[in-house]
């Protein structure tokens, strides 16, 4: 056995690692030491044990000091620290310009860097769940009756989801998913909380960890909810909230319920926000639905089993509505085509599928996409202006080229100089961007609505995207002069054959390029602008100004609605009071009236009370106001113009609308027309809408108050004192009524942010950009200009001369640009019922907002050289 | 003059002085494995003797090769006079305290 042994050598691997990076003159000593002692070893401790030794031991020898030393094969090496050294002396040397080379790649690091943080983040939600791959939600793709697709959507009747778990062998678990808002009460103050209904198996799906309670059995018994971290620590100080109870408001009184668990917080990459979870089938508010298969509340998440086939499956749900929706499947027999489709979609795409009606909310792919194309011209903006400049300067380093390439240099080197020149100084840029990074964090979240912090920098993807942007920036923006100006062939430079520098045309194309996308992002600003500017002061056809919303909590004690009212009455500084239906822009219901002829009126209805065209200054034009009084006004309605004009044809004013059955009515007497009123966003058209009162003040979720001067604290500080005195349990939430409106143009307003502050970015490049190369090219031009003024051309005119090629490109790129801005503009502004037009003086206005920035550029970057003694320059060889 | 020896690296310079066989990594590393008890990597071992000869404790010269080695030369490291003194140094100063050690006896 020793005989065998003492043949067996160590891994051959590890030997020749050992061999290849250890140095020649110490491989004596450190392989014959690691050798001998394999050779003792394997028959002291074995020969397993000995292998892995060795190979330990080899690992550990791995270091510098017994590395092969460089000196042997040292150009390399010599070579990179000689480019980092003359990298660092021309950044020395020419501080104008290389500041301006590192700002621009700095803008562009760090453009990227952000939009990449975003677009990961969008790209990561829900991605938390452990068993992401096997959850569904159940979708429903809907149809047109001439068989055309139609709107997908995810609500679903209440009764579905238990069904499908018995239909379908493949479901291995399943719940509803609702989510909804609720008061809860601590103590005397009451509090609104994001509140998820859900099904007992919910933690069978998702990957929501309890701190505390049993993920099991937490949803399943009565009364029992689920409570976040968060709202524990705020409700109770700390997080041992088992078995305590909470109040929460539902159906106008406060049940208390028993805490059974405390989830940890929901992560911000989670479609689901909340906090707190209550089981969907104790929720007392949805009982009248839970076995009726007519309305769509919910959504439906399921846990397929692992080897389900997903296409299979999704042919097996397909029709399986028709066992169950009756009334559907009648209807479906008018349809050319389809009617509908049930279709399983993977948990990780619920975020992105921003076709799919749905409750929670989702991201937008577009968003991403348009931010990404952002960032990338932003970036590439950045590379121009450092090619650009390297042009500038090529005639200076076409001498070094020349010089170098007598002495024998190669064109390889010297290709890898320019671009270690160019990674040296995307180098700084990136220690730049990190620090520009997070002093913009803040604004970016406000733009992104998202919440990073400084600490998500150190994210792993982030620390190694970093270095590879800056590695990807500084070889893009090297590659003009690596591949050009190390071509420079040395005999025809010094015979001044070729003509370096100065503004060639790849640097004209550059500046049009960079000149056309700075018009473009210029002239989007200002259409967006224009266009929110538009919703914000187009006449709406009433009046929200001083108008305060609060929310009905007592639909269920109208009797005190009617008694805060009346005090309210009293007070000088409140005009009018009215109860509606839904404010606006919080919702509300349409329908339709089937009309005489058989078409149909598509119209919104509002509850109302005689005092809302006080409140929000509507004028009646024919006809009159409710009148409480008459006990037919409850079967009598108030059209808007619009309206009135859609049934024109058939009633008139004091008409009755024969067949019409809705909301409660029964051939209602139309007695009065109103004018118009955009209760919906400008996106919108203007909707037909119907008035009525209501014969239970229930129906009110709004009470609208119009005060007589702008509220001030003092005014709401009495009107919750009122209210608690009325009714002191029920909660005081108040908005004003021109929040919630300009609200609806969110949206708009976060677009509009963005494309600002692209614009200001890429202007601010491309305004760099142009700084430096005026001051190159004049540099070119030193003596030609001395000599102009010699000859008499006055200051006006070496401007105009200097200035005149840059205002031929401004020209140019605008040409390019004002077609593409136009298309875009006007498919962004036709997604607007009303919207502005495009005016041409907006464009000339930013053209010439250019042309001035250009000319104050010009004269800036020559006024010094201009000025100058044209001696001085002259005599400069 | 006080050299600043390491405590890893006053031992290590001990066994070179001590040891009757030739001194070289291999070696030495067994020998500090026999005295002391602990293992230390051979790599460890190569690194202090490195820098025992650059402070001149210790003096290296290439030794002969063997089979065992797969026919790599040793180098053999030997202690200098300094690196002599210096153990002496560090020796005397240790009993000078020794002996401050209050001779008491508990143990009745």
Not at chain 1, 51 to 72: H, M
Not at chain 1, 192 to 200: F, I, P, R
Not at chain 1, 244 to 258: F, G, S
């Amino acid at each position: 056995m020793t005989e065998d042994i003492s043949n067996v050598n160590p891994p051959k691997w590890a030997n020749r690692f050992l061999e290849w990076y250890c140095a020649d003159d110490l491989l004596d000593e450190i392989q014959g030491d690691l050798l001998e002692a394999f050779y003792y070893r394997k028959e002291d401790v074995g020969l397993r044990k000995a292998k892995w030794w060795f190979i330990w031991d080899v690992l550990r020898f791995f270091r510098p000091s017994s590395f092969k030393s460089k000196s042997k094969n040292s150009n390399q090496l010599i070579m990179f620290k000689h480019n980092v050294k003359i990298a660092l002396r021309i950044i020395a040397r020419k501080k104008w310009s290389s500041f301006v080379n590192i700002i621009s790649l700095t803008l562009g690091i760090t453009a990227v860097t952000l939009i990449f943080l975003f677009v990961s983040d969008e790209l990561s939600y829900d991605n938390f769940h452990q068993k992401k791959e096997n959850i569904y939600r159940l979708i429903t793709d809907r149809y047109s009756p001439d068989g055309a697709y139609d709107y997908t959507d995810a609500g679903h009747q209440l009764p579905l989801a238990a069904q499908l778990k018995t239909d379908f062998s493949e479901v291995k678990g399943i719940t509803r998913i609702a989510k909804s808002e609720r008061y809860l009460r601590s103590g005397s103050n009451s509090q609104e909380e994001k509140v998820l209904l859900a099904d007992s198996e919910f933690f069978k799906l998702f990957t929501f960890p309890l701190l505390l309670g049993n993920p099991e059995t937490a949803l399943e018994f009565s009364k029992n909810v689920v409570v976040s971290e968060d709202l524990a620590k705020r409700y109770f100080k700390s997080i041992d909230v088992i078995g305590k109870t909470l109040e929460i408001r539902q159906d106008e009184v406060y049940t208390q319920y028993q805490i059974t668990g405390v989830v940890k917080n929901a992560p911000s990459n989670s479609t689901f926000q909340f906090d707190l979870i209550m089981n969907y089938d104790q929720v007392g508010y949805y009982s009248w639905a839970s076995n009726y298969w007519g309305v769509r509340i919910d959504e439906v998440y399921m846990l397929l089993n692992e080897n389900v086939d997903v296409v299979a499956f999704n042919d097996k749900v397909k029709h399986h509505w028709k066992n169950y929706l009756k009334s559907e499947v009648a209807e479906s027999k008018e349809y050319e085509g389809e009617y509908m489709n049930y279709r399983v979609q993977q948990l990780e795409d619920v975020h992105m599928a921003a076709d799919v009606s749905s409750s929670f909310s989702t991201g937008d792919p577009m968003d991403s996409y348009i931010l990404s194309v952002i960032a990338v011209v932003i970036l590439l903006i950045g590379c121009a202006n450092f090619t650009i400049l390297s042009i500038g300067r090529s005639a200076l380093r076409g001498k070094e080229v020349a010089i170098k390439k007598v002495v024998g240099v190669k064109r390889k080197q010297l290709i890898t100089q320019f671009w270690v020149e160019a990674l040296t100084m995307s180098g700084f840029a990136m220690l730049l961007s990190v620090v520009l990074i997070v002093a913009l964090l803040p604004t970016f979240n406000g733009l992104a609505e998202k919440n990073f912090q400084a600490s998500d920098l150190l994210d792993v993807q982030l620390v190694v995207l970093l270095p590879i942007v800056t590695i990807v920036t500084g070889v893009i923006a090297g590659v003009y002069p690596a591949i050009v100006l190390s071509g420079v062939r040395a005999l025809e430079f010094f015979k001044k054959k070729i003509r370096l520098g100065g503004v060639n045309l790849f640097t004209k194309s550059l500046i049009t390029v960079q000149f056309s996308l700075s018009v473009m992002l210029l002239l989007g600003t200002v259409v967006v602008f224009q266009q929110i500017d538009f919703f914000r002061t187009k006449s709406l056809g009433y009046d929200n100004s001083n108008v305060i919303v609060l929310e009905n909590t007592l639909n269920a004690e109208p009797e005190k609605l009617e008694v805060f009212k009346n005090v309210l009455a009293s007070n000088p500084k409140i005009e009018a009071v009215s109860g509606i239906s839904n404010s606006f822009g919080r919702g509300g219901f349409g329908s339709f009236y089937d009309l005489p002829d058989g078409t149909e009126l598509s119209y919104s209805v509002y509850y109302v009370e005689p005092s809302f065209f006080d409140v929000l200054k509507i004028d009646i034009q024919s006809g009159r106001n409710f009148n409480t009084k008459l006990a037919a006004d409850s079967n009598s309605v108030v059209v808007n113009q619009k309206f009135m004009k859609g049934i024109e044809k058939h009633f008139q004013l004091n008409d009755n609308l024969t067949d019409f059955r809705n909301a409660g009515l029964a051939n209602p007497k139309v007695i009065g027309v109103s004018g118009d009123f955009h209760f919906q966003s400008l996106s919108s058209k203007l909707k037909p809408v119907m008035l009525l009162t209501s014969k239970s003040k229930k129906a009110f979720s709004n009470v609208l108050i119009k005060a007589s001067e702008a509220p001030n604290s003092e005014l709401l500080s009495y009107l919750e004192d009122t209210w608690y005195e009325i009714a002191p349990d029920s909660p005081f939430n108040y908005a004003f009524m021109n929040e919630d409106i300009e609200a609806q143009y969110k949206t708009e307003q976060r677009w509009f942010a963005i494309v600002k502050s692209a614009t200001f970015w890429a202007l601010g490049l491309a305004t760099l950009g142009l700084l430096g190369i005026v001051s190159m090219s004049i540099t070119g031009r030193l003596k030609e200009l001395s000599i102009r003024k010699v000859l008499g051309a006055g200051a006006i005119h070496l401007y105009y001369i200097m200035g005149r090629q840059f205002l031929l490109l401004l020209i140019i790129a605008s040409i390019i640009a004002i077609p593409i801005t136009v298309h875009f503009a006007d498919d962004w502004l036709n997604g607007f019922a009303y919207h502005i037009d495009l005016n041409p003086l907006t464009f000339v206005g930013v053209i010439l907002l250019i042309v001035v920035l250009i000319i104050t550029i010009v004269f800036v970057g020559t006024s010094k050289a201009i000025r100058n003694n044209p001696v001085s320059s002259l005599r400069m060889e | 003059m006080s050299q600043n020896l390491g405590n890893l690296e006053e031992t290590v310079l001990l066994i070179v002085a001590v040891m009757a066989e030739e001194a070289y990594g291999y070696t030495v590393s067994e020998a500090y494995y026999k005295h002391m008890g602990g293992r230390i990597s051979i790599s460890a071992i190569h690194t202090v003797l490195k820098r025992l000869e650059k402070k001149g404790l210790i003096i290296s010269k290439m030794g002969g090769a063997t089979a065992e080695r797969g026919g790599r030369r040793k180098r053999i490291f030997e202690v200098t006079k300094i690196g002599m003194s210096t153990l002496e140094h560090i020796q005397s100063n240790r009993m000078k305290l020794w002996d401050l050690m209050p001779k008491l006896n508990f143990s009745a």
